[in-house]
Every structure is written in structure tokens, then in C-alpha cells.
């Protein structure tokens, strides 16, 4: 009987055999089939689920080059906006010098300016900068529920307030609630000094018209890459120490052994101009420091502006970095998931085959 078995088998496995008689293939299709066994490749039968995470894990690699090359791009923006905020560092030095040694010449005439002048607050303008794009962690809701506290806290000390937004993302949720909303503003992720004029004319003209009492600026402070911190300071009316005494810093992005890094440095206040005393002005130091504020005005709103955008991209570099490593967390574990699928597939093929041999016995 056993020997009949085997006989049965090896007559089974002959007609199997790969001879150039039992396979030859048609007139015309010799290098077709010789090219497609050359570049045919072994194909293992597992079932449907061994399939489905190696499907997963070819889409985990690839969403992991996405999101480092937005990792990548997001490093490239943040050298632009430090260079921004270096060539912008000149003018503000000299503004600050200027209007330094205005106020020292003229003392306490200079206070009677409207800009310089504290009066009862009756209505609060909140000037709050956001985004205009999502996947950057929590930047644009902590900024949106700071600036959603601070309106809360006036209107219950019975102060009228309403808002000035910067950003798509700010604009879409205020809108969409019932708050009062003065102007709104894109931010871009290239801030000049065009979109900081408009910015500070309507800010100007709802002061100087009586519509508002003070205007606060809230926006992001880039402190590092892997942290900002939201921040709240009066903008309008301005307090003539803190323009001549006030220092400044400025960030440069290090990368070292492949990890980025960032490096401030404090500035002091620039040094007050002196201005002789037998100097005769051509028009009234009033009249200059009145038109000089506007130009601080601006050179503030287009530096936070541009403080703001970097701390969306620092927020996006890290939000895309733990998504990278996300990834890369989740490919290595579905790959460890398949070889186990993959090793049951081939154990439960050998047992069928034993569970045969057997079965003939």
C-alpha cells in the first residue's frame, strides 16, 4: 500500500514538470515570457489581513516623507522670517533714538499728544494675530481661547470690546460665533510693510476717532522651536518711556548634527539722539514726534506680525516632527505585525502539508 502511494505521487509530480515539451510556449512569445521570468518575483499566498498591513505600512512610509519634507520646508520659512526681522532692525534702532532724543528736547510737551495721552477706558479693541494654516500643533486655539478669555473678563467688568483679527483661522471661528468684529486681515507667511500699514491705519483711525479707548495686541512670542508663548501688551496709547527705554532681541535658527536649534540675543535700548539746544528744527518737535509714531506703530505691528509667523512655523516644525516620528513608531510595529501574520500563514501551511503526509500513512 505505501508503496503504491508513492508511486501515485511521483506520477503526480511529473505532470508538473517544468520540460521545454510540456511548456512551450507560442510562435512569437519566447522573449515576452523569458522577460517576465526574470522579473517576476516570489509571490506568497497569506490571507487578507498579512495583505492589508503591509497596504498599511507602504502608507505610513509615505505619509513619514511627507511630513519631514513639510518639516523641511517649515526650517526654510523660518530662516526667511529671521532675516525679515534683521533688515528691519536698522530702522527701528533709529526710530527709537530719534524719538528718544525728541522726548528728552521737549520734555513734558510731548505728552500732550493724542497717542501719548491715557484716557477713561470705556471700549477695548483686541487686535489678535492667527495663522492661516492648520498642522502646527495648538498655536492658533491657544491664541484663539487667550484671546476669547481676555473678551470674557472685559465684558463681565462691563468694558466694550470687540475685535480686530489677523489670519484665516481666527476670522473663520469668530465669525462663525457672536463677537464684534471691526476688521479682518489675512496673515500670508510673508508679512511686509503694506499689510502692517493697513493694519495700523485702521487701528489709528478707530482711536483717533474716539471709536476705541485702547487697543491690545495679542500674538504669539517666539521663544523656541518647540515653544511660544501667547502674549497680551496695550499697543495704543503708547507710553513714550517704554518706546525709548524698552530693549529688543533677536533670534538666529542653528542647526547642529542634523537638529535644529535657536540662539537670541538681547539688544539694549538704542542710545537718545542728541539734539543741541541752539539746533533749530525746520518744523515743530511736536509735529515730529506725532508723525513718528505712526512709524513706530507700524514697525511693531510688522514685527509681531512676523514674530507671529514664526512661531506658526516653529509650531508646524514640531507638530510635523512627532508626526515623523509618529510614523515611524507605527511602520516598525506594522511590520512586526505582518512578520507575525506572515510567520502563521507559512506555519499553518506546513501543518496542512504534514496533516496530508499523514493522512496517507
Known amino acids: 500500500m505505501k ?15 517544468t520540460s521545454p515539451a510540456a511548456f512551450s510556449p507560442p510562435a512569437g512569445l519566447d522573449n515576452v515570457n523569458s522577460q517576465a521570468h526574470r522579473t517576476r518575483k516570489a509571490t506568497i499566498v497569506m490571507d487578507g489581513k498579512a495583505n492589508a498591513i503591509r497596504d498599511r505600512i507602504s502608507t505610513v512610509k509615505n505619509t513619514k516623507k511627507i511630513t519631514t519634507a513639510m518639516k523641511l520646508v517649515a526650517a526654510a520659512k523660518v530662516r526667511r522670517a529671521q532675516d525679515a526681522v534683521l533688515a528691519t532692525r536698522p530702522f527701528s534702532e533709529t526710530l527709537q533714538s530719534v524719538f528718544g532724543g525728541l522726548i528728552s528736547r521737549l520734555g513734558s510737551e510731548a505728552l500732550d499728544l493724542p497717542l501719548l495721552t491715557q484716557r477713561e477706558v470705556k471700549k477695548v479693541t483686541i487686535l489678535v494675530i492667527t495663522g492661516d494654516r492648520g498642522l502646527c500643533g495648538g498655536y492658533n486655539s491657544f491664541m484663539i481661547k487667550k484671546a476669547e478669555a481676555r473678551y470674557q473678563e472685559l465684558t463681565e467688568q462691563g468694558i466694550e470690546a470687540d475685535f480686530i483679527v489677523v489670519g484665516k483661522k481666527g476670522i473663520s471661528y469668530f465669525e462663525r460665533r457672536d463677537y464684534n468684529i471691526r476688521k479682518t486681515f489675512e496673515c500670508g507667511q510673508k508679512p511686509d510693510t503694506k499689510q502692517a500699514l493697513a493694519i495700523s491705519e485702521e487701528i489709528l483711525n478707530s482711536y483717533l476717532s474716539g471709536e476705541t479707548d485702547t487697543v491690545e495686541l495679542m500674538y504669539t512670542k517666539f521663544v523656541s522651536l518647540i515653544a511660544s508663548t501667547p502674549s497680551v501688551r496695550t499697543l495704543v496709547p503708547f507710553s513714550a518711556s517704554q518706546i525709548s527705554q524698552d530693549g529688543d532681541e533677536v533670534f538666529q535658527l542653528t542647526s547642529t548634527e542634523g537638529k535644529f536649534g535657536v540662539e537670541r540675543e538681547e539688544l539694549d535700548a538704542a542710545e537718545p539722539q542728541e539734539f543741541p539746544n541752539d539746533m533749530i528744527f525746520e518744523q515743530d518737535p511736536l ?3 506725532n508723525s513718528i ?5 507700524n514697525g511693531q505691528i510688522l514685527r509681531t506680525l512676523q514674530e507671529s509667523v514664526a ?3 516653529a509650531a508646524r516644525m514640531q507638530s510635523m516632527q512627532s508626526a515623523s516620528d509618529n510614523a515611524g513608531a507605527l511602520a516598525k510595529s506594522l511590520s512586526m505585525e505582518y512578520n507575525r501574520a506572515r510567520q ?3 506555519t499553518q501551511e506546513i501543518l496542512e502539508i504534514v496533516a496530508g503526509a499523514m493522512a496517507l500513512d
Open 3 to 17: 508503496f503504491f502511494c508513492v508511486a501515485t505521487l511521483l506520477a503526480t509530480a511529473s505532470a508538473f514538470t
Open 287 to 289: 509735529q515730529i514726534v
Open 293 to 297: 509714531l505712526p512709524l513706530y506703530l
Open 311 to 313: 512661531s506658526e512655523l
Open 344 to 346: 502563521a500563514a507559512v
